[in-house]
């Protein structure tokens, strides 16, 4: 007998077959879900002697943004799989790979210190890159975002010359301030500088157990690399001018001026919009893991601030330069990232026709009263076409005239080319900043987004005059390549700095009083044919200052003046003694003539009593670097105050 199962006489067919869709639509939406769930994953990263290791980049991958631990060495991480590897990376320590960890598990993480000889080898790899497997043909097809530019890959066999230098590291000279006789040269010109690549590159050395070179510490960028407690201002000028004068903390017998300008913070939502191009170099020299990689995650950092009127476009060069993405709406994000993450590093680096064809597309999507701005990402080994420092300046010179702005960030470290990258800022209405991990990158492109890429205010200069009544002699401390000739101030033609919105500017100047013997003011003549100025015995003036400031847009510069009066406190504010502080570490690093009785313990010390509010853990990091570089480099005993200028 035959017998075979039937539908219920009430069930349809066509609600059977309904049905059946509905359940494989319930299955695929529970897979997706499933799929789509957040686990998320917490530990702590320590260092070898167990002390929580804040600055730890934790990622999946390499591509994917990922996060940074905090002061207490914790992270948090989400991902769709419940399970999955973790990779941990700081410079100085060797990376550490946790396989098949779950969200689940209680994560702890101790770091190795990385060999000296690793660091040495990792440094000659950069100073000397492989060739490319891949010719730089690709690069020449623009237009394509999954466009292949080389190959990660080293070169079997590529040999480095064990007579060869593996350090091609390149910085500027610096020739440090001296004092001058206010009777000889009452003016002191400079352009303001906003730039902080100096202290996390110091920072760097310092985290690999290395001395930093002495043309690597500019001062007034490791001053700057903080936020002062200075108003916002209250007219109609874009900045707000702050000055205090106080004992100086490493020569108790000098007095210390602080000059500080308060840039208007402009809410994110109410900036203009931004028309970018991301300018990436994709050179064989750009291969490791703390260039590339790091830029790429860099930049996808970036691209989340991004609104939907901004516009994005992505230009690189290695042997050549190509258009790898147009200029993309913000709102795209997903199209701008896989743009970033499809990019690979191999051939030569022809870093002038990647900045002629950057400009050429931010001119073509010029926004009139808007944000128009080249992001350069490299680590500035330019070696094809125009790549000397005089032609670099020359090119960058030029393309400013079209009213793009330019920032460039640095990555990598062993061909390092920090001089290139000043000239480029310098030159080209720009800043400079230099991303060592991805904490530092998530400070400059998310914490400072405004500052970084909104300039309220541009060819700012600042001018002091000296009453050499009060004042015996003078000293700037640090701008050493912003200084300017006293007629440059009132000559528009003259280019000067740019300041950001919400940025502070803080600059100081040791004060010799008249009546202070000091060795650091040499005896000159007489002079036969000069007739003596006026003293300003009368008057209680300490100095005068002047600043020229133009609107982003403007050709006219506008004139501001402060009188500074000769009354110094004991002690100063916080935001004062954490400059002194600051500035003080820069000095020890360079060895200064000028240091006085400057020691690792008294900058801690007052480092310590202007901590004040860090909800960033900026400054408390300054601490422990200072700490790091006590135990690395002891410093000689402290000077007697009478023997301090002797050298």
């Known amino acids: 007998m035959h017998s075979c199962t039937r539908p219920h006489p009430s069930i349809k067919p ?151 230098p593996h350090n091609t590291e390149d910085y500027a000279a610096i020739q440090e301030n001296r004092f001058h006789r206010p009777g000889d040269e009452p003016l002191s010109t400079f352009s303001i500088d906003v730039d902080a690549a100096a202290y996390s590159n110091m920072r760097r050395f310092l985290k690999n157990g290395q001395q930093p070179p002495v043309d690597a510490i500019r001062v007034e960028e490791l001053v700057n690399y903080f936020n002062y407690d200075y108003p916002q201002p209250k007219d109609e000028h874009p900045f707000h001018i702050e000055t205090e004068l106080a004992e100086c903390p490493w020569q108790p017998d000098h007095q210390l001026l602080q000059i ?43 691209t989340d601030q991004l609104r939907p009127q901004d516009r994005v476009a992505l230009v690189v060069y290695a042997g050549a330069a190509g258009t790898v993405l147009e200029s993309t709406p913000g709102s795209e994000k997903m199209k701008i990232k896989d743009a970033i993450r499809g990019l690979t590093a191999g051939g030569s680096t022809a870093g002038g026709e990647g900045i002629k064809l950057a ?57 390092y080319k920090d001089n290139k990258m000043q000239i480029l800022a ?30 309220i205010a541009k060819d700012v200069k600042i001018q002091i005059e000296f009453n050499p009544a009060k004042v015996a002699g003078y000293r700037l401390i640090g701008y050493e390549n912003r200084l300017l000739n006293k007629e440059d101030f009132n000559d528009d033609k003259v280019d000067a700095g740019e300041l950001g919105s919400g940025h502070t500017v803080t600059a100081l100047y040791e004060i010799i009083p008249v009546g202070v013997e000091s060795d650091f003011l040499a005896e000159v003549d007489d002079l036969k044919y000069q007739q003596p100025k006026p003293s300003g015995k009368k008057s209680d003036d300490l100095a005068t200052v002047k600043f020229r400031y133009k609107k982003p847009d403007g050709a006219q510069s506008i004139l501001l003046e402060r009188t500074i009066l000769a009354k110094a406190s004991k002690k100063g504010s916080e935001s004062f003694r954490w400059s002194a502080a600051v500035a003080s570490f820069g000095m020890l690093l360079r060895d200064s003539d000028f240091k006085g009785n400057a020691t690792y313990d008294d900058i801690i010390e007052l480092a310590r009593s202007a901590q004040g509010d860090d909800p960033e853990g900026y400054r408390a990091e300054f601490i422990r670097l200072v700490k790091n570089a006590r135990d690395l480099f002891p410093t000689k005993e402290k000077k007697d105050n009478t023997t301090a200028g002797n050298r």
């Open 14 to 164: 066509q609600t059977m077959k309904t049905s059946r869709i509905t359940f494989v639509l319930l299955l695929l939406l529970g897979t997706a879900t499933s799929l789509l769930a957040q686990h998320t994953f917490t530990g702590t990263v320590t260092d070898p002697q167990g002390q929580p290791l804040p600055g730890v980049n934790v990622t999946f991958d390499y591509v994917t943004p990922g996060t940074v631990t905090d002061l207490n060495g914790h992270f948090a991480l989400a991902h769709n799989k419940p399970c999955t590897n973790l990779i941990f990376e700081a410079p100085g320590y060797l990376r550490q790979v946790q396989k098949q960890v779950c969200a689940t598990d209680s994560i702890l993480v101790t770091m190795r210190i990385r060999p000296q000889r690793e660091l040495v080898e990792e440094e000659a790899m950069e100073a000397y890159p492989a060739s490319p497997v891949m010719s730089d043909q690709a690069i020449r097809t623009s237009g394509q975002a999954k466009m292949r530019i080389g190959n990660r890959g080293i070169v079997p066999g590529y040999a480095i010359d064990p007579g060869t």
């Open 260 to 302: 500080g300008l308060q840039g208007k913070l402009i809410p994110n939502d109410d900036l203009p919009p931004s028309n970018l191009v991301f300018l990436v170099d994709v050179s064989g020299s750009m291969q490791a893991a703390n260039k590339l990689p790091l830029l790429q995650s860099s930049l996808q950092l970036l």
């Open 426 to 455: 310098d030159k080209g209405n720009g800043n400079h900043a230099y991303i060592d991990d991805l904490s530092e990158a998530r400070k400059v492109l998310v914490n400072e987004f405004g500052g970084t890429l909104f300039t």
């Open 359 to 415: 400009y050429k597309i931010a001119r073509e999507h010029f926004q009139k009263k808007g944000n128009n701005r080249v992001i350069l990402a490299t680590d500035g080994d330019f070696n094809i076409g125009e790549s000397s420092d005089a032609a670099m300046q020359r090119l960058i010179e030029k393309e400013r005239e079209s009213g793009v702005f330019l920032t460039v960030l640095g990555f990598g470290m062993g061909n």
